[in-house]
């Protein structure tokens, strides 16, 4: 709650402001009893307690605000990723969280930015235009490249089993475009499934 506790500076004034504000209506907030619960019982919310209320966005921001030494030790809980690739991953995830959440459509959404050029695209071999990766820069493999870095492996193989089913059932009930054409809208390589098959270690 103390902005001084952030990267506080000219260039990120509004977004440690707005963050601020966000914080003390969710500290505010009569809409939850465990919320409540802290509140009248201790005079005070943790942030553990807390950061059940806040959304996917408002967690991203406080990252980008964070002093670069807690950005760090945050990283290090992820292996091998540095600040600024997590900073990309929750930009980029927050953009399509926000598509999702509002219905619109999803397999085809492309963001502004991209998530940085990692290892585990080399290791996919993607092809390339130029420079620039084809797939899993701005595009739902995006999604799933940043899952792959983020989340433990064993839920990751889960979650893929079951993204994986998804796409054959929507294959099957779409008309229009085949398999490999939603698969290109998607920005999946043809070789998306051996996104397990390799290490993420740099």
Sequence with gaps: MNINNYNHNRRTHNTVVRLNATLQRAVSTTDYEYINYYRNTYGNI?????????TFGNLSKMYQVFPQSLQSKICKN????????????????TKFRKVYAHGERLFTYRTMDNIFD???HQKLAISKNGIQYQYGKKDLFAVVIAFRY?????????FKAKLS?????A???????????????????PNRKDITRYRIAS
């Design 46 to 54: 943790p942030l553990w307690v807390l950061i059940n209320v806040l």
């Design 78 to 93: 992820f292996g091998s990723i540095n600040r600024k690739q997590m900073e990309q991953f929750l930009s980029v995830l």
């Design 118 to 120: 990692l290892p585990l």
């Design 150 to 158: 983020l989340i433990p492996a064993r839920d990751f193989r889960s």
């Design 165 to 169: 089913r998804l796409i054959d059932r």
């Design 171 to 189: 294959s099957k009930r779409i008309t229009h475009i085949d398999h490999t054409e939603l698969l290109e809208r998607m920005g999946f390589p």
